[in-house]
């Protein structure tokens, strides 16, 4: 199956060699797909929807509430892929353009940041988080599928076609681990202490995995 990915954002260089880019973390995630990468920061979407099967979005340290034209163009064609009833998956940063696309609302949550592992009941997933911002208001026909004690929409479909997820099934818990402690000084010691105290906690990923698979596998019939 032929998925583009919606490149949102780039891994620090520092982090590449021993992470990879974003492209390879879904690449792992997902092998069955041939990824066809989109550089949405650069301005780079496709020249025909159907270039594609169905489209997956990364993450980004940007808000989607931010000035930046790319981020403009990207909710757009976020819109246009539902006019198309074409499937997408949104994770983090994309799961928010769903929100902030279709008509609802992505502010900066009050609880504070998100990180390390959290369940998403009432699925009974345990998945990473790095996150600051959430939909604090879903567009219209928006189905809640999981929530976290910080995010109450934390795992949402809209439509048929439109799965969003507030979590990073694509990372690691070293990943995941470098980025807090990197960012002490913005997240705060106490959080990046909790965050890390909790990668003890075993993650569903390959539970992640196969419900966002069967969600695409779903929408090509």
């Known amino acids: 199956m032929k998925v583009g990915l919606?490149?949102?954002?780039?891994?620090?260089?520092?982090?590449?060699?021993?992470f990879g880019n974003y492209p390879t973390m879904f690449s792992?995630?997902?092998?069955?797909?041939?990824l066809k990468i989109y550089d949405v920061t650069?301005?780079?979407?496709?020249?025909d929807i159907d270039e594609c099967d169905a489209y997956m979005g990364t993450g980004s340290k940007f808000s989607v509430y931010d000035s930046h034209e790319w981020i403009t163009e990207t909710l757009k064609f976020v819109r246009q892929l539902y006019q198309a009833k074409k499937c997408f998956v949104g994770v983090c940063f994309s799961h928010q353009l769903i929100g902030q696309a279709l008509g609802g609302e992505v502010t900066r949550n009050e609880l504070g940041w998100s990180v390390g592992v959290h369940r998403f009941d009432p699925l009974g997933f345990n998945l990473l988080m790095m996150c600051q911002d959430h939909?604090?208001?879903?567009?219209?026909q928006t189905k809640v599928i999981a929530s976290t004690p910080k995010c109450p929409n934390a795992m949402i479909q809209v439509g048929e076609h439109f799965l969003g997820v507030q979590a990073h099934p694509e990372f690691t818990?070293?990943?995941?681990?470098?980025?807090m402690e990197n960012r002490v000084d913005r997240m705060g010691q106490l959080t990046v202490e909790q965050g890390i105290q909790s990668l003890d906690i075993p993650v569903h990923r390959e539970e992640i995995k196969a419900y966002i698979s069967a969600f695409i596998l779903n929408n090509q019939r």
Request: charged content about 25%; aromatic content about 12%.
């Open 173 to 179: 818990k070293a990943y995941d681990r470098v980025l």
């Open 6 to 18: 919606i490149l949102c954002d780039h891994v620090h260089p520092d982090y590449v060699k021993q």
């Open 42 to 47: 650069k301005l780079e979407f496709p020249n």
């Open 135 to 140: 939909i604090s208001s879903c567009p219209p």
């Open 28 to 34: 792992d995630l997902f092998p069955d797909y041939h």
